[in-house]
């Protein structure tokens, strides 16, 4: 098994990794924090790393990654860590990727989108309320059911013959009459 020389900036922490791995799978399976939120399915852009050297020892940028970040990893130097494959020795910038930082960063956006229920607004249902609640909804969906369901039978029980069951507007089309014609007569033949 070919391994490679992956080093951690700025704490400057080695790895050996083996060819054709992820660089995020290698840093999470040694404990090294690299932020994602998708796992690692190239839909997020948080596990994003710089390459300090060896931009050649990395697999060409997926499609999955380019959608996500852009083809202009020549002029970035940016990779997404779960779609970089190692294939030689590199080094990589890890100076975005601070867990306390993210933590604190999630927190806040945590609380900022929960607005917690007024004081009072919440009312706690007895366990007899609750089964009233119940039954009432059990009620509700027998009756609509046997609704529906005389409503599929409708064309048994209607006994009117001018109906028709399942048609629109439930009415038989009124016959075609010709209007009768008078006998012609010898004047008219003439
Ligand atoms: S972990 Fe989400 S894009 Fe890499």
């Known amino acids: 098994m070919t391994t490679h020389t992956v080093t951690f900036q700025p704490s400057g922490q080695t790895l050996e990794v083996e ?36 931009q050649d020892n990395l697999n060409t940028p997926p499609l999955d990654e380019t959608k996500l970040i852009g083809n202009v990893f020549h ?12 294939t030689g020795p590199i080094e990589v910038d890890l100076s975005l990727h601070d867990k306390t930082t993210d933590a604190v960063k999630l927190n806040e956006k945590t609380k ?3 607005t917690p229920p007024a004081k009072g607004s919440v009312r706690k249902r007895t366990k007899e309320e609750v089964a009233a609640i119940h039954e009432e909804r ?13 409503w599929q039978r409708h064309w048994e029980q209607d006994k009117d ?30």
């Open 112 to 114: 900022k989108n929960f």
């Open 161 to 190: 013959p001018t109906r028709m069951p399942g048609k629109g507007g439930n009415r038989r089309p009124k016959p075609f009459v010709i209007p009768e014609q008078e006998p012609e007569t010898d004047k008219d033949k003439e």
């Open 75 to 86: 002029i970035t130097k940016e990779r997404l860590s779960c779609q970089a494959m190692v």
């Open 138 to 150: 059990h009620q509700n969906f027998k009756a609509k059911e046997e609704k529906r369901n005389s």
């Open 19 to 54: 060819e054709g791995k992820a660089l995020l799978t290698a840093a999470r399976e040694a404990g090294i924090y690299i932020k994602s939120s998708c796992g690692g399915y190239a839909t997020c852009a948080d596990c994003v790393v710089k390459i300090m050297q060896g």
